[in-house]
């Protein structure tokens, strides 16, 4: 019974976790981490104690009390009826007693996600608390859960005594029902002695039977309450691109057409964040995109990667809809380098493959650190590319480097690099800009988007677009932007008085 409930446990925590995962991921932009871990964990325990007790009990002692019932009947209906009449009483405070128990069990659980939301909020970034000071505001907030969660228990410690109450004075009500009516049917002759010993017999298993089956309705009701967000996330469908069988090129070349696009967040509807953008991208340039904070440049890429679909336009790949192509045969052909460098707990060298969709070998992966500026540093770790690591052990530009190195490694036809060398000194920018244009000399055809605030960055690129909320107000190369002395000579100005300072 136990192995048959530990496997049923696993197996709803991992469909669960399938339906997370290929949710759409603005579905990310609503839910919380820390409630989303919190339904994995302890929802789906609490869940395991219906599969191990709660439905066994239920059954074997619904056998006991039909028995009980069946027994009584043959030896005098009248008596039984009796017995069922305090059954039936002990059955309706149930029904409003466990109504509220499923009530209580899904808000505890509810307000044990939210607490454990904030504490994973606070710890994450626990080195802003503790320079900032704010760790006793964390820990009010954090508190104020607690205080939450205290008083449903409470208030469910009250309703539990109700109910036991309830149970010990109908039962000894029991007792007395059966004394004094069975008292009355020996003397008048109607029962022998014999038969009222089976019946107050009988009817302690009746009771005792209703009493465990109602107990164990109630942890069933507890369970049901706080698994209730389980049930909705399982029915849950997965995003669209993850069901759709789309179309797979050949040979993708890497011509990128963005043809009347908007978008504006699903959460933020009224506030448009891409208005009408229309360009194009052809096979084997290196285009850049710079504007200032908020202009959009980050979500244009999301569109690409399709991680958003544009709100109305349509962004092509080789002229075909995005929407229409193998988002995961398209995403095995991008490299992505992302804002925030995050690594998974892993080695280093599983961290630089991580994802790569071909057979790959030490010293493809040392050549791609290389490229990345990463393989000295990584050498000189305790265990070279196998030190196991975090997000908090290597700096934040290491942690870029790697990040480079990982979409070097993949070989894709279409780089997107969305601040490449924001953590790095100006020895590493130097070197990596020289990788990342040293593409266009491949004989590969390979599309390079570079997103981008240090504007040394990109000055070599053959098209840099400039963005100013959410439109493209200027388009052209270095020489051709600095001559129209527009928001990019305005830019570049400054940060070329910043370097000179």
């Not at 200032?292 to 999301?302: E, M, P, V, Y």
């Not at 925030?340 to 892993?346: A, D, K, Q, S, Y």
Request: hydrophobic fraction near 45%; charged fraction near 20%.
């Amino acid at each position: 019974m136990f192995y048959f409930r530990d496997m049923q446990v696993k197996r709803l925590r991992e469909n669960l976790y399938a339906t997370i995962l290929f949710q759409d991921i603005s579905y990310f932009d609503k839910e919380k981490v820390g409630t989303l871990t919190s339904r994995l964990a302890a929802d789906c325990q609490r869940l395991s104690h219906v599969i191990g007790n709660d439905l066994q009990l239920i059954l074997r002692n619904t056998f006991q009390g039909t028995g009980a019932i069946i027994n009584l009947l043959a030896l005098s209906w009248p008596l039984a009826l009796s017995a069922l009449m305090i059954c039936a009483v002990l059955s309706a405070i149930f029904l409003v007693y466990g109504r509220y128990q499923r009530k209580a069990a899904r808000l505890t659980q509810d307000f044990t996600a939210c607490a454990n939301d904030v504490a994973q909020e606070t710890l994450s970034l626990i080195r802003i608390v503790q320079v900032y000071g704010t760790g006793k505001e964390e820990f009010e907030r954090y508190n104020q859960w607690l205080q939450k969660l205290a008083f449903i228990s409470v208030r469910e410690s009250v309703g539990n005594g109700f109910w036991n109450l309830s149970f010990n004075t109908l039962y000894r009500s029991t007792q007395i029902v059966a004394v004094i009516f069975g008292g009355m049917s020996v003397l008048s002759c109607r029962v022998t002695a014999e038969q009222l010993t089976k019946y107050v017999l009988y009817c302690e298993w009746l009771i005792y039977a209703a009493w465990r089956v109602t107990n164990s309705l109630s942890s069933l009701l507890q369970s049901i309450g706080a698994s209730e967000q389980i049930f909705q996330l399982m029915n849950l469908l997965p995003c669209d691109q993850f069901l759709v069988k789309g179309i797979k090129l050949q040979r993708l070349i890497g011509h990128i057409q963005f043809v009347n696009v908007s978008f504006q967040y699903p959460a933020r509807s009224m506030m448009p964040v891409l208005d009408h953008l229309n360009f194009s991208v052809k096979p084997n340039q290196v285009i850049a995109i710079v504007g200032l904070s908020g202009s959009g440049k980050s979500t244009l890429i999301n569109l690409l990667l399709r991680l958003y679909e544009p709100s109305s336009g349509q962004i092509c790949i080789d002229g075909i809809p995005l929407k229409e192509l193998d988002i995961r045969w398209l995403r095995q052909n991008i490299g992505y380098v992302s804002q925030e460098h995050h690594i998974f707990h892993m080695d280093i060298k599983s961290n630089i493959k991580y994802g790569c969709p071909r057979n790959i070998n030490q010293g493809d992966v040392e050549q791609a650190a290389k490229l990345a500026y990463a393989h000295d540093f990584i050498s000189s770790l305790p265990n070279g590319y196998e030190t196991l690591v975090d997000d908090n052990v290597l700096s934040g530009g290491q942690k870029q480097r790697i990040a480079i190195a990982r979409a070097i490694l993949r070989d894709p036809v279409i780089m997107i690099l969305d601040e490449p060398t924001s953590a790095l000194d100006s020895e590493s920018e130097h070197y990596i800009k020289e990788v990342l244009y040293a593409f266009k000399n491949e004989s590969k055809s390979r599309t390079t988007i570079i997103i981008a605030h240090r504007l040394s960055t990109v000055k070599a690129a053959d098209r840099i677009i400039v963005m100013d909320n959410g439109q493209i107000i200027e388009m052209g190369n270095h020489e051709e932007l600095i001559v129209k002395n527009g928001l990019y000579a305005k830019l570049n100005k400054f940060q070329a008085d910043i370097v000179v300072t």
